[in-house]
T-cell receptor, first 117, second 119 residues
Framework: AQKITQTQPGMFVQEKEAVTLDCTYDTSDQSYGLFWYKQPSSGEMIFLIYQGSYDEQNATEGRYSLNFQKARKSANLVISASQLGDSAMYFCAMREPLMDSSYKLIFGSGTRLLVRP | EAGVAQSPRYKIIEKRQSVAFWCNPISGHATLYWYQQILGQGPKLLIQFQNNGVVDDSQLPKDRFSAERLKGVDSTLKIQPAKLEDSAVYLC?????????????????FGPGTRLTVT
């Protein structure tokens, strides 16, 4: 079964600096997908970025980029130029196949990021 | 485009009482998910629907939890009777149907959640 591990319960970063949130995964599938979601204090999960296992380039979305190292099974999220509004919980997730070829998401335990002014 | 709607946003009940949550997914999204998120943890999938059929309910405590998605649109999740350990945020999400081996993201869009407190 797939597993997602986020080893950083909490992180601090100074405003305008970059920060890396760690995520490692375990899967025996050849094709898989990795996601990062942000959860502010309001509670809603917000999709940030996606990386497919066959994508040769690291995914980028604005200030978010995904440092994908397939051999090491890691998919770290990099946030550049941190803003106060980036303070939130961040979850790494992976697709797990279901019997009917659809998928469900398996989430890690999350990292709480606090941006200091 | 309207997002995923959920109600109520907050609910406080006593143990052994019943409670129901409602979810309206994004228009056109055939796949609907219910997650339970206990404080300090990541979301855990309870049940997944494709249209009005159940795709996965392996982690749904079926002795007390039930869910339905009539007509393949709105969905309700019910707990009867509630226990103290059911205190959590219940998140509903929807997406276009995606295949596990596809290259598309088919990301899930989440509602604001319902915070349930069982006393």
């Amino acid at each position: 079964a797939q597993k997602i591990t986020q080893t950083q319960p909490g992180m601090f970063v100074q405003e305008k600096e970059a920060v890396t949130l760690d995520c490692t995964y375990d899967t025996s599938d050849q094709s898989y997908g990795l996601f990062w979601y942000k959860q502010p204090s309001s509670g809603e999960m917000i999709f940030l970025i996606y990386q497919g296992s066959y994508d040769e380039q690291n995914a980028t979305e604005g200030r978010y980029s995904l440092n994908f190292q397939k051999a090491r099974k890691s998919a770290n999220l990099v946030i550049s130029a941190s803003q106060l509004g980036d303070s939130a919980m961040y979850f790494c997730a992976m697709r797990e196949p279901l019997m009917d070829s659809s998928y469900k998401l398996i989430f890690g335990s999350g990292t709480r990021l606090l941006v200091r002014p | 485009e309207a997002g995923v709607a959920q109600s109520p946003r907050y609910k406080i009940i006593e143990k052994r009482q019943s409670v129901a949550f409602w979810c309206n997914p994004i228009s056109g999204h055939a796949t609907l998910y219910w997650y339970q998120q206990i404080l300090g943890q990541g979301p855990k999938l309870l049940i997944q629907f494709q249209n009005n059929g159940v795709v996965d309910d392996s982690q749904l405590p079926k002795d007390r939890f039930s869910a339905e998605r009539l007509k393949g649109v709105d969905s309700t999740l019910k707990i009867q009777p509630a226990k103290l350990e059911d205190s959590a945020v219940y998140l509903c999400a929807s997406s276009f149907p995606g295949l596990a081996g596809s290259e598309g993201s088919y990301e899930q869009y989440f509602g604001p959640g319902t915070r349930l407190t069982v006393t």
